[in-house]
């Protein structure tokens, strides 16, 4: 059966601690979050986006039996090109049915029986996914996320508090899901590494911090990956521009905590100039954030070394 409508399906993975931001990630890319590992939406998000997204299937043909999508695929035209078939080893399966690693390739070397075209395991022009899930057989085009967010984690300047290049990714993507003709400032950008994953991502985002050292330090890291933004050194009060979405890490330090006053300052100034935050705080400041006029819609915590941050999503 030809699906008029995309769909696609996407396989996760995520280390315990992770959990609940990789499920706030899925909320803001897809408005819901499945704890299975695989999610079937009809958005198309790139599986290089997301640091906990390993795959996706375009989905093509699906059928109750493994023999309908073996009827289907006889339609596929490659025009002389190659192709390749995987296997998605996630799925639902009861341990006692669960298809072990030489019935999968054999499933994959069936189903290359009936696409009419040359099957090439290391370079092929076309790579399609099959995948059993929910009683139901699914066949696609495949993609692998390439995790180039990896590459980012060797920055020139980094210091041990500021958010880890996992995090930073998924804290840019719960900011801007979709970023066509979005908006976004980081108004305490630090090093910039929320800034790195956004700009790798198409994602229109400047950066400002008080700290003049810290603003160089931004600006080294992103000219290491050849990104370009406006990095100001400036209070976030000189801001006279509007944006659709700020990403505000509230100022944090081993030796000095900034004082109530100076957050709510802070909040009330993002609340000024966007019309949508996501907030990283290691302290509970919903009060702050209601008083700031923000309404808090999601949230999650994650965690690094001894620190619990939380990731608070405000309209």
Same mark, same amino acid.
């Not at 109530?260 to 907030?279: K, M």
């Given at each position: 059966?030809?699906?008029?409508?995309?769909?696609?399906?996407?396989?996760?993975?995520?280390?315990?601690?992770?959990?609940?931001?990789?499920?706030?990630?899925?909320?803001?890319?897809?408005?819901? +979050?499945?704890?299975?590992?695989?999610?079937?939406?009809?958005?198309?998000?790139?599986?290089?986006?997301?640091?906990?997204?390993?795959?996706? !299937?375009?989905?093509?043909?699906?059928?109750? +039996?493994?023999?309908? !999508?073996?009827?289907?695929?006889?339609?596929?035209?490659?025009?002389?090109?190659?192709?390749?078939?995987?296997?998605?080893?996630?799925?639902?399966?009861?341990?006692?049915?669960?298809?072990?690693?030489?019935?999968? *390739?054999?499933?994959?070397?069936?189903?290359?029986?009936?696409?009419?075209?040359?099957?090439? %395991?290391?370079?092929?022009?076309?790579?399609?996914?099959?995948?059993?899930?929910?009683?139901? /057989?699914?066949?696609?085009?495949?993609?692998?996320?390439?995790?180039? /967010?990896?590459?980012?984690?060797?920055?020139?300047?980094?210091?041990?508090?500021?958010?880890?290049?996992?995090?930073?990714?998924?804290?840019?993507?719960?900011?801007?899901?979709?970023?066509?003709?979005?908006?976004? !400032?980081?108004?305490?950008?630090?090093?910039?590494?929320?800034?790195?994953?956004?700009?790798?991502?198409?994602?229109?985002?400047?950066?400002?911090?008080?700290?003049?050292?810290?603003?160089?330090?931004?600006?080294?890291?992103?000219?290491?990956?050849?990104?370009?933004?406006? %990095?100001?050194?400036?209070?976030?009060?000189?801001?006279?521009? +509007?944006?659709?979405?700020?990403?505000?890490?509230?100022?944090?330090?081993?030796?000095?905590?900034?004082?109530?006053?100076?957050?709510?300052?802070?909040?009330?100034?993002?609340?000024?100039?966007?019309?949508?935050?996501?907030?990283?705080?290691?302290?509970?400041?919903?009060?702050?954030?209601?008083?700031?006029?923000?309404?808090?819609?999601?949230?999650?915590?994650?965690?690094?070394?001894?620190?619990? *941050?939380?990731?608070? %999503?405000? %309209?």
């Amino acid at each position: 059966m030809n699906k008029q409508a995309p769909l696609f399906i996407y396989t996760y993975g995520y280390r315990l601690e992770e959990t609940e931001l990789c499920l706030l990630e899925m909320r803001s890319f897809f408005g819901k +979050h499945t704890e299975a590992g695989l999610l079937m939406s009809d958005i198309a998000v790139h599986p290089d986006r997301s640091p906990f997204m390993r795959e996706r !299937i375009e989905v093509m043909y699906e059928g109750d +039996h493994l023999e309908q !999508i073996l009827e289907q695929v006889k339609q596929i035209e490659l025009n002389d090109q190659t192709f390749k078939v995987i296997f998605i080893k996630m799925n639902d399966l009861a341990p006692e049915d669960k298809i072990e690693f030489d019935e999968q *390739r054999s499933i994959e070397r069936e189903i290359g029986v009936y696409i009419e075209g040359e099957a090439d %395991v290391r370079q092929p022009d076309n790579v399609f996914g099959i995948v059993t899930w929910g009683g139901r /057989w699914y066949f696609g085009s495949y993609l692998k996320s390439k995790a180039v /967010w990896l590459t980012h984690m060797q920055k020139p300047r980094s210091y041990s508090i500021a958010l880890s290049t996992r995090v930073a990714r998924a804290v840019a993507n719960i900011a801007v899901p979709v970023p066509a003709n979005i908006t976004a !400032i980081d108004p305490c950008c630090g090093i910039g590494t929320v800034l790195v994953e956004a700009l790798s991502m198409d994602i229109n985002m400047i950066g400002r911090d008080i700290n003049h050292f810290v603003v160089q330090g931004t600006r080294e890291n992103l000219a290491h990956f050849h990104f370009q933004t406006e %990095v100001v050194c400036g209070d976030i009060s000189e801001v006279v521009d +509007h944006y659709d979405t700020a990403v505000v890490d509230m100022p944090y330090n081993h030796f000095s905590h900034t004082t109530p006053e100076a957050q709510l300052s802070l909040l009330q100034h993002t609340r000024r100039i966007a019309d949508r935050a996501v907030i990283v705080t290691v302290g509970m400041i919903d009060e702050l954030i209601a008083s700031a006029g923000f309404t808090i819609v999601d949230r999650c915590t994650t965690r690094k070394g001894n620190f619990i *941050r939380q990731i608070i %999503v405000c %309209v």
